[in-house]
């Protein structure tokens, strides 16, 4: 291999460069190689959500008592609460807390790298079968109820709509404002990404309307993104942009419209009330998953979430408390 | 090996020819390490890739929705996403970069010129998601306010990938202009060309095979880059067309490995799927790759018969 062309001047400090610059030039096969392979490994490390990483399996967790708990970004800030808090009560007690999304969490529940998944939406008929398959018997349990705010930038005109209009917004058939009753302008659709509970529950219960013979999918100019941090950002800089977020968080930098079931329906605005009584339509429960019955910490922990303690602080941050 | 060995006989320290051989060896298996370590990758792309042909009907990976919660499956945006944001970056990193590189190597003077090589350095040394962070906080409201709809677009990922690409093309371009021989130039020089002249007709047309290996690997850094494009193209899986298609949201085939690869159950039809995105991705940068060397090989045989 010719290590050293002439020609060769590497770049200091740049990884790429040196690379470039040494035995790739040499024009071999195998540099060739090991340099796409090393885009892709790289890439592929990338990820920001690994799913295994070592030590965090439930073998590793249970035995020093950490309870490993990942899933919905909904749920995450609710979960650290919830956690910083049995804390308190419990110190020896560890629960580690990952977000990720509902699909990061009930995928880790399949492949058993979890204790508690969080879920911002009921698991699958198909993701229950992986479990099954993985030998993994989901048990679900409701703890919190989350009210989904459908969001406008605040120069926006359009203060309500129902959820047909949404539908057609976010299917693509209609594509302007003015559709909507608001200016004359190009609507931008902004959405989770797809491994969101949120996401899957705003297709349901949104754009097919609660219909499960209902195929339609989001719009595919649909900006997905992979926070709910992303979302509020272009809401709030992009006087077009249209998208949903649990109404947990929800800043004064953006615009909750009020929702209507169907054309002639009171058009209701988002609130613990309004979700408690379920005028609101889009509201919907917060499970955590386990595999199998929760046992020992796992189900002390549990019952701790849903009883009086647990439900103040899921009122505290904004979430609506499970009815009695 | 035989120089090793006389060595060894002539100063008669065994224990120092052991510790010779120790280290020759040592070099050999980090060498083979490598080989190893790439042919394991690609065998591991294979195994979990392969299973999608069997599990997904190829017509439906030639679709155009990518939607895999719904198990729909096309792969033509993402690859669209990718070859879309790689030819804006290059459009403008290529142009821009050797433009740089024939500046540095031909006219800046010597003092400028060590100034601007650190600079770029510097460049290079950017971590991509720094880059990404700032074309979302400041690039994307810049161009929504020069009136895209949002400042997500294939054009913002593109502008930002072209940064990320001009270290490498300029820092390779250059090489090759260096390269050149100086007798070519006294040569244009002695027949009464210009300077321009013997940069256009002499330097370049010498360190042609260099240029496009610049190039080449200018696309192969921006057809891996991950984070960057993941914050700032919008990723919908969108094939824009028309005149507005540079100023509209894409998904590139990196960005969607990683912001799905947490998500999916092993082993279910989702995961194999990603896992054919990665081969392809492999491929793409692998035929690159090759190409580039190839030139380089023929670039040395010349090079050879003029020095």
């Not at chain 1, 189900?299 to 602080?313: E, P, S």
């Not at chain 2, 060995?5 to 020819?17: D, E, F, N, S």
């Not at chain 2, 300077?195 to 010498?206: E, K």
């Not at chain 2, 496009?212 to 094939?239: C, D, F, Q």
């Amino acid at each position: 291999m010719a290590a050293c062309d002439p020609r060769a001047r590497p770049i200091a400090g740049f990884l790429g460069g040196s690379f470039f610059g040494g035995s790739f030039l040499g024009g071999s096969f195998l540099a060739c190689l090991l340099l796409a392979a090393f885009l892709l490994a790289g890439l592929l490390a990338c990820g920001p959500r690994g799913e295994t990483q070592p030590g965090t399996g439930p073998e590793a967790g249970t035995s020093d008592r950490a309870i490993q708990n990942k899933g919905s970004d909904t749920l995450v800030n609710l979960a650290l609460a919830w956690a910083e808090a049995y804390r308190r009560i419990r110190p020896d007690v560890t629960i580690a807390i990952t977000g990720g999304g509902t699909g990061t969490g009930i995928a880790a529940l399949i492949n058993n790298t979890v204790d508690i998944a969080n879920a911002s939406r009921r698991m699958k008929e198909s993701e229950i079968a992986q479990a099954r398959a993985n030998g993994i018997e989901p048990t679900e349990r409701a703890v919190a109820v989350d009210a989904l705010a459908v969001i406008v930038n605040p120069g926006n005109p359009v203060s309500q709509m129902t959820i047909g209009q949404l539908s057609d917004l976010f299917t693509g058939r209609i594509t302007n404002w003015e559709g909507v009753g608001g200016r004359d302008a190009p609507v931008v659709l902004v959405s989770r990404e797809i491994n969101s509970g949120t996401h899957v529950y705003f297709l349901e219960e949104v754009i097919r309307g609660g219909d499960k013979e209902n195929k339609s999918l989001f719009a595919s100019q649909t900006l997905l993104m992979p926070s709910s941090v992303g979302i509020t950002s272009e809401i709030g800089r992009n006087p077009n942009a249209i998208g949903y977020d649990g109404l947990g968080y929800v800043t004064e930098h953006e615009k909750v419209l009020a929702v209507a079931r169907r054309d002639g329906d009171p058009y209701i605005l988002p609130s613990v009330a309004t979700a408690t009584d379920g005028s609101y339509p889009l509201s919907r429960d917060l499970f955590m998953y386990t595999a199998g019955a929760p046992q020992g910490e796992i189900a002390a922990y549990l019952d701790w979430v849903v009883g009086g303690d647990g439900q103040d602080i899921v009122r505290k941050l904004g979430f609506v408390p499970l009815p009695n | 090996m035989a120089e090793g060995l006389g060595v060894r006989w002539a100063g008669r320290r065994g224990g120092q020819g052991l510790r010779e051989r120790a280290i020759e060896s040592l070099i050999h298996l980090a060498g083979l390490s490598a080989i190893g370590l790439v042919l394991l990758i690609f065998i591991f792309l294979l195994r979990e890739g392969i299973p999608t042909f069997k599990e997904v009907p190829l017509t439906a990976l030639f679709s155009i929705r990518w939607y895999p919660i719904e198990a729909i499956y096309g792969l033509a945006p993402l690859v669209y996403g990718s070859l879309l944001v790689t030819a804006i970056a290059l459009i403008i990193a290529v142009p821009l970069g050797m433009t740089t590189a024939i500046y540095l190597g031909e006219m800046a003077p010597d003092w400028l010129r060590d100034i601007l090589k650190p600079t770029i350095e510097i460049l290079a040394g950017i971590p991509s998601i720094v880059l990404g962070f700032l074309g979302w906080v400041a690039l994307a409201p810049l161009i929504q306010r020069a009136g895209a709809p949002t400042g997500l677009t294939a054009f913002t990922g593109g502008l930002i990938l072209a940064y990320m690409a001009l270290p490498t093309i300029i820092s390779i371009a250059e090489d090759a202009i260096d390269a050149v021989p100086k007798i070519y130039r006294d040569g244009a020089l002695a027949i009464g060309a210009t300077d321009w002249q013997t940069i256009h007709r002499v330097v370049l047309p010498a360190a042609r095979s260099g240029l496009v290996t610049a190039v080449m690997l200018g696309i192969g850094r921006a057809v891996g880059e991950t984070m960057a494009v993941l914050m700032v193209t919008g990723n919908a899986a969108n094939i824009p067309l028309g005149t507005q298609m540079l100023f509209e949201p894409v998904r590139t085939m990196t960005a969607t490995i990683a912001s799905e690869m947490g998500e999916v159950a092993r082993g279910s039809a989702h995961y194999h799927v990603l896992f054919t995105i990665a081969i392809v991705l492999f491929l793409i940068t692998f035929t690159i790759n090759s190409i580039a060397a190839r030139i380089i090989g023929r670039g040395g045989g010349r090079g050879g018969q003029r020095g």
